[in-house]
């Protein structure tokens, strides 16, 4: 059975930084394309970043430059470093993973929730 | 960058059909995806590429993708498809995916 479980999420001050995992189980995260998606309060889903089984990887515009994707091919978990945190980074993160490559998510994790306030 | 659009709420009574668009310059060259989301859960993948019905998502969801619009449509709405529903296209002139602002359904 396929599971994502984040971890890691928090308060932290602007300007901080923290770092979310990602579990999983069932499948092979190196061998597929990973995704983080986010949804700030009250709002819609917001896709962060993305890392290639090949090991490519892409950001949102909003992110770029502060967050950084990996992973962890020998525990099988996805990280998603956040550096120079916002109060607009506030927000439940979800780790997703894309079905056969670029296309849709099918599963995702329950979410870690990241609220950045002093 | 590329946009979506939907409209932030549609209302239906039940057993009416409910259909939410998605708007994006010529989206039905691109192929949609659609998510529900109830309150404190995470996204359920409802349609993928623009018709296609995962196992265990009932035939009243359906979805169709032509010009510039995509719509999903939901027949004999039932009170527990009150949710979010949220489109999604892979934009590969920019290698990212892209997330339409989301439709409350509402069940009268």
């Known amino acids: 059975e396929v599971q994502l479980v984040e971890s890691g999420g928090g308060l932290v001050q602007p300007g901080g930084s923290l770092r979310l995992s990602c579990a999983a189980s069932?499948?092979?995260?190196?061998?597929?394309?990973m995704s983080w998606v986010r949804q700030a309060p009250g709002k819609g889903l917001e896709w962060v970043s993305v890392?290639?089984?090949?090991?490519?990887?892409y950001y949102a515009d909003s992110v770029k430059g502060r967050f950084t994707i990996s992973r962890d091919n020998s525990k099988n978990t996805l990280y998603l470093q956040m550096n120079s945190l916002r109060a607009e980074d506030t927000a439940v993160y979800y780790c997703?993973?894309?079905?056969?490559?670029?296309?849709?998510?099918?599963?995702w994790g329950q979410g870690t929730l990241v609220t950045v306030s002093s | 960058s590329y946009v979506l659009t939907q409209p932030p709420s549609v209302s239906v009574a039940p057993g009416k059909t409910a259909r939410i668009t998605c708007g994006g310059n010529?989206?039905?060259?691109?192929?949609v995806h659609w998510y529900q989301q109830k309150p404190g859960q995470a996204p359920v993948l409802v349609i993928y590429?623009?018709?296609d019905r995962p196992s265990g998502i009932p035939e009243r969801f359906s979805g169709s993708n032509s010009g510039n619009t995509a719509t999903l449509t939901i027949s004999r709405v039932e009170a527990g498809d009150e949710a979010d529903y949220y489109c999604?296209?892979?934009?590969?002139?920019?290698?990212?995916?892209?997330f339409g602002g989301g439709t409350k359904l509402t069940v009268l």
């Open positions: 997703a993973r894309e079905w056969n490559g670029v296309s849709y998510f099918d599963y």
């Open positions: 069932g499948f092979t995260v190196s061998s597929n394309y």
């Open positions: 890392i290639y089984s090949g090991g490519s990887t």
């Open positions: 010529n989206i039905g060259s691109k192929s």
């Open positions: 590429y623009d018709s």
């Open positions: 999604q296209v892979w934009d590969s002139s920019s290698d990212h995916q892209v």
